[in-house]
């Protein structure tokens, strides 16, 4: 037999070049256009509105194109990575396991993809501003158990996608889990703001909720849906893998603020020691660039990345008991995943980070101290509307918002047209983000501003189709990327920090529930519309 090597076509360096340099600046254009409008729309903001220049200008720069080259090799290492493994677990297993097994691994799936979410990392680096004499428990939270925290949103994820399962197997509709989660939320939150360190965990556990549907969780628990649904014979329906997003961003609120409810009622928090305690300074800006912040940001990549990728593969070759095909491309992707997860967290740290601080902490100078730059009235104006173009813009540039459009449009046949969808979402954060702000500037209390809603949702989703209630609810998740996520939330902690309030955490939740209502509200005028347009038919 001939040799096979010598079949093989030997391609030289400068010709690989050639071949792979245009998919490469495809891939790496992708993560300009939803990272560059941002970065430049809050330098120029800062600059030109707010009349500052950005302090250390070069090093953010560097390090927001070292984020965007790590955001690149991430995704395109989830491509050939993890989501082979998602996606062929999602349609096998169902065939060949029982129920029980089935949950376990989506159990165990859910926690997992928490662990390697790359914004995940940003809730222990935001407790370094917290004052522990201001909000102890919330300092307590983020710092001491900050371990803690991450596996109790871990566990709802898991409890979600074990959730999502169930309910494609039993035929649930997706009403019947929102209305009981809400609820339970509702609840919970009332009862945090009745003591004032529980109160102040309150906008931490609802953005808890925008953390986890990052670009790990949602492409695999999707893929476990999207499997189970095609197993099950319903791939062509208005079920058809949604609701396991949903419900992996309302279960970690209700994990995180019982976890505060009991360190707080249980006794577990020292108020006294933290009453003493000192601010913690980030380190970020102490540390070189070339530091060890790149080791320890590689050390949790590997850890976040490799127990999963392990988990996966024991779960197809052992249990399953199927081979794995293109193992070495899976390998490849592992590898980019890893190293793309490292430089986007020191991108992150270095470079938009300190951006959205910067912008943030002189956002209130726009009418603090008064007259401010355009006094009281006028600068409020000018942050609030600030913050309504950073949303909408942000959102606009989400690829995973247009990859919805394109399904809801195949769903609806149409009735639901593509562009409708993304200005609907576009707008309904736009306006959760400007509420944040509004939330800030004037000291509301979150519940105030998050629970009303919530409740005209739980309404809006007893009065909508299944169809709708699955797109509306899981285009919530589509807004938080790994991009606004960190940006938002170290520009609402700056902005709080600037005007003298604890915390300025709740702005993710805010741009979550907009889209929703806005998404439903225009689903039942699709289906009124419909349904006259049948009876005339």
Not at 495 to 524: K, N, Q, R, Y
Request: hydrophobic share 50%; proline share 5%.
């Amino acid at each position: 037999m001939p040799d096979e090597s010598a079949k093989r076509i030997r391609v030289g360096f400068r010709s690989a070049v050639v071949i792979v340099a245009p998919y490469v600046w495809e891939r790496y254009w992708e993560q300009i256009k939803v990272c560059m409008p941002i970065s430049l729309y809050l330098a120029l903001f800062q600059f030109i509105v707010l009349g500052k220049t950005p302090v250390a200008a070069l090093q953010i720069g560097f390090s927001i194109f070292v984020l965007m080259c790590g955001l690149m090799l991430f995704m395109e290492g989830l491509r050939l990575g993890l989501m082979p493994f998602g996606e062929n677990i999602g349609s096998t297993l169902p065939a060949k396991s029982t129920l029980t097994i089935m949950l376990t691994f989506a159990f165990c799936v859910g926690v997992g993809a928490t662990f390697a979410e790359p914004a995940i990392g940003t809730l222990k680096q935001a407790g370094t501003g917290i004052d522990p004499t201001k909000a102890p428990l919330l300092f307590a939270l983020l710092n001491d158990w900050s371990t803690m925290l991450v596996s109790c949103i871990g566990i709802g994820v898991g409890i979600a996608t074990l959730l999502g399962v169930l309910r494609f197997v039993n035929h649930w509709n997706l009403a019947s889990l929102i209305i009981p989660s809400v609820v339970t939320l509702v609840i919970l939150s009332v009862l945090a703001s009745l003591d004032e360190n529980t109160s102040a965990i309150i906008g931490l556990a609802w953005d808890c909720g925008g953390v986890t549907t990052g670009p790990v969780t949602v492409p695999l628990v999707l893929s476990l849906g999207m499997g189970v649904t095609s197993a099950l014979g319903e791939k062509d329906t208005g079920r058809s893998g949604f609701g396991i997003v949903t419900l992996a961003s309302l279960l970690p609120i209700i994990a995180v603020l019982m976890l505060g409810l009991v360190l707080h009622y249980g006794g577990l928090v020292d108020y006294s020691a933290l009453a003493s305690e000192s601010i913690q300074s980030g380190g970020v800006e102490s540390a070189g660039f070339l530091g060890s912040p790149i080791i320890g940001a590689g050390v949790g990549a590997l850890r976040a990345i490799v127990p999963l990728c392990v988990f996966l593969y024991c779960v197809q070759r052992f249990l399953l008991k199927e081979e794995i095909r293109y193992f070495d491309q899976i390998l490849l992707g592992i590898i980019f995943t890893v190293i793309g997860m490292t430089l986007f967290r020191v991108g992150l740290d270095f470079g938009l980070t300190p951006l959205g601080s910067q912008v943030g902490s002189e956002i209130p100078s726009a009418f603090n101290p008064p007259p401010g730059l355009y006094g009281d009235s006028l600068g409020r104006v000018v942050a609030i509307t600030f913050a309504f173009i950073l949303g909408y813009g942000a959102t606009l540039a989400e690829p995973a918002l247009n990859a919805l459009g394109h399904t809801v449009e195949e769903i609806t046949a149409g009735a639901f047209k593509k562009k409708v969808l993304v200005q609907a979402v576009a707008i309904g954060v736009a306006v959760g983000i400007s509420s944040g702000i509004i939330k800030i500037i004037f000291d509301i209390p979150l519940i105030y501003i998050l629970i009303p809603p919530y409740l005209v949702l739980m309404v809006l989703t007893l009065l909508s189709s299944e169809k709708f209630v699955n797109i509306a609810w899981d285009s919530a998740g589509v807004t938080t990327g790994p991009i606004t996520v960190p940006l938002v939330i170290a520009m609402g902690l700056s902005v709080g920090d600037s005007v003298g309030i604890i915390d300025g955490f709740g702005i993710i939740s805010l741009a979550s529930v907009g889209p929703i209502l806005s998404v439903l509200t225009l689903g039942l005028f699709i289906d009124r519309a419909t349904k006259r347009l049948q009876a005339q038919v």
